[in-house]
């Protein structure tokens, strides 16, 4: 079965400053995907970034991007220039997919807050 | 936006009785999925379908039924209700039946009393 650890509950960020949201998985596929999510206290999902177990390349997106280890099975976010508004809970997801059936297993999430 | 719409919004009934989450998934999209996330238990998938068909299931309790209709839209349907159940829930959509970005409402959320 698929295990995504999240080991920070709760992390205290200065505005500005860069900050890495740890996520380590264990699974026996070759194939998998890892997701980031944040969910702001309003309670929505929100799709950040994606990494295919085959990428090469890190994944950004803005100023999200993801240090893809795959040899220590760890895919940790990485949030440059931080701002109030990163204040949310973050999840690392690990999809599993078979025959066309598809599922996210999620870890417990960080609570990341930004101090102005 | 998401382009997932779910409703409703804030659902709040008593122990024993049933109700039903609806979910709308975004404009060309195959696949819905359900996910509850309760504070005990976190964030857990329930149930995927893809084009009108029951594919994967989770942790899915045999109160709970879920459909995907020829329109797409899905529906999720809780019986029975317990205090336990009071949770927020989430549908989620993909382009396909595998292998893509889901993308998830703002979710309902249910309290049971």
């Known amino acids: 079965a698929q295990k995504i650890t999240q080991t920070q509950p709760g992390m205290f960020v200065q505005e500005k400053e860069a900050v890495t949201l740890d996520c380590t998985y264990d699974?026996?596929?070759?194939?998998?995907?890892l997701f980031w999510y944040k969910q702001p206290s309003s309670g929505e999902m929100i799709f950040l970034i994606y990494q295919g177990s085959y990428d090469e390349q890190n994944a950004t997106e803005g100023r999200y991007s993801l240090n893809f280890q795959k040899a220590r099975k760890s895919a940790n976010l990485v949030i440059s220039a931080s701002q109030l508004g990163d204040s949310a809970m973050y999840f690392c997801?690990?999809?599993?997919?078979?025959?066309?059936?598809?599922?996210?297993?999620f870890g417990t999430g960080t609570r990341l807050t930004i101090i102005p | 936006d998401s382009g997932v719409t779910q409703t409703p919004k804030h659902l709040i009934t008593a122990t024993g009785q049933r109700v039903t989450l609806r979910c709308s998934p975004r404009s060309g999209d195959l696949s819905v999925y359900w996910y509850q996330q309760s504070l005990d238990q976190g964030l857990q998938f329930l149930i995927q379908y893809y084009n009108g068909e029951e594919r994967a299931k989770g942790n899915i309790l045999e109160r709970f039924s879920a459909q995907q209709f020829p329109d797409l839209h899905s529906e999720l349907n809780l019986s029975s209700l317990e205090l336990g159940d009071s949770a927020l829930y989430f549908c989620?959509?993909?382009?396909?039946?595998?292998?893509?970005?889901?993308?998830f409402g703002p979710g309902t959320r249910l309290t049971v009393l």
């Open positions: 699974t026996s596929d070759q194939s998998y995907g």
């Open positions: 989620a959509s993909s382009a396909g039946q595998g292998g893509d970005t889901q993308y």
């Open positions: 997801a690990m999809r599993e997919t078979y025959f066309g059936n598809e599922k996210l297993t």
